[in-house]
């Protein structure tokens, strides 16, 4: 006996919409689209329009409470923010959100939600409709305080008593390296130093930290009472932070004390300053000893300079002879030497008396490997100098020097000018000119960074294109230290003559 199977196909039964009689799928509510949509209305609490605080100085949007953050148009950050002012987006299922496209100048924003709910006994009914946003203009606090000029809560003054400014240039060019001057307010350029103008006191004083960290240098702080509420006891102070760098440059003559020089390794009193870094690196040309002055040492132990870069005097090359590691003066509980200077006897003539005389100075200096007869160094006559220091009176004349070599000059200044194919960037416009003062100073400073390589390690070096694109045949033979390509750096194709980062800091470039 055979049985037949026959496919028999299910069919749903449907109903009539219980609104408007329309035949429809069951479902919990019994009603089709249309009409669940009259009784129902899932988006209702979501505002359907909204404000949104622009500032037209640093183009920032306004994110409550006091929080300003950049954002561009039709942005995912801007697209949050957007969400973040709907309170009533938490109730309901966010499906898709996206911009709908308006006119930049129309100072309006519209966005496009697709959200989901659940509606009369387990239906869920989705929905689509339009957020508009109204853009309102509304200073910033920091480009509000850029504009009143005067107004700032906190200030570091720094300030270097010395006769050149080396030393405030390198570090110039490590706050630009480190961003250390992005909260300032504003930044003025003194006879002997910057200030710096901050809007909260935490923010000097982090600047004073970063200064203490990379220079030997000192502070002091005041304050001033500036108004007092003696209801709430609030008191508003005006603060101050008066740092001190060391009177110590690169390339001074330096005496120091008996005490300082013995606990240094038994290292001659008459040194040369070779570098300062986060300490004072000095160099004994007698005999290639090194050593290292901290800040602290600095202060507890003072010393001045003897001589500076105008009481140096011009002198030629007549001979060298290099001093073999066999011949030099050791003793017990002596310092370290230098690995990258070679102590050589050399024979010298004073470049406004060559011709004139056959007498010759003889010293021992620290530059035997980059000395040649015929060479330019710049040097102190002194066994002719008149130097008032107390320091220098205590020492034996017989066991000084006649001179004292500082430094080799490698060509003219105004053609190693005109070849430089790199610049620097300064916190002010007038950092180079009225500040200083001193054009002398910052072209010295240019070829310390070209004759150091690690002088320039912690330093910002970037290419100048005007001088790039001029031929360089004369650079074929030029002799001296250069700074090569691969430690320049691509500047910003922006407007080189005034740079003003958001928090009004100025930038100019060379």
Known sequence: MEYVSF???KQQARILCCQCGTLIEPNPANMCVACLR????????????????????CERYLQPPDQWIPCALESRDLLTLCLKKLKGLSNVRLVDAGFVWTEPHSKR???????????????????????EFTVNSQMCSNCHRIEAKDFWRSVVQIRQKAEHKKTLFYLEQLILKHRAHVNTLNIKAENDGLDFYFDAKDQARKLVDFLLSVVPCKYITS??????????????????FSVEIIPICKDDIVCLSAKLARSLGSISQICICARVTSTIHVIDPNSGQIADITGSVFWREPFRSVCGPKQLTEYVVMNVELIKEKDRHRFVGQGGFSLKHGLADVWVVKSSELGLTDDQCHCRSHLGYILKPGDTVMGFDLANANINDAHFEKLKKENLPDVIIVKKIYGDKASR????????KHLTQDTEGAAFAMERDYTDFLEDLEEDATFRQNVAIYKDKDKMAVDQDDTDTEEGPQIT???MLEDLHIEDDDLTCPDGAAIAME
Request: proline share 1%; net charge positive.
């Open 7 to 9: 496919n028999v196909e």
């Open 109 to 131: 924003i519209k966005l496009k939600l697709t959200i989901q709910k659940e509606v009369l006994g387990g239906a869920i009914l989705q929905q689509v409709f339009v957020v």
């Open 417 to 424: 000018h005109r070849k430089r194919k790199w610049k620097l």
């Open 485 to 487: 390509l691969q430690e």
């Open 223 to 240: 304050q001033q009472l500036v108004s007092h509420d003696i209801r709430s006891n609030i008191y508003n102070y005006k603060s101050t």
């Open 38 to 57: 009259t009784q129902v209305d899932i988006s209702e609490g979501i505002p359907k329009q909204g404000t949104l605080y622009f500032c037209k100085g």
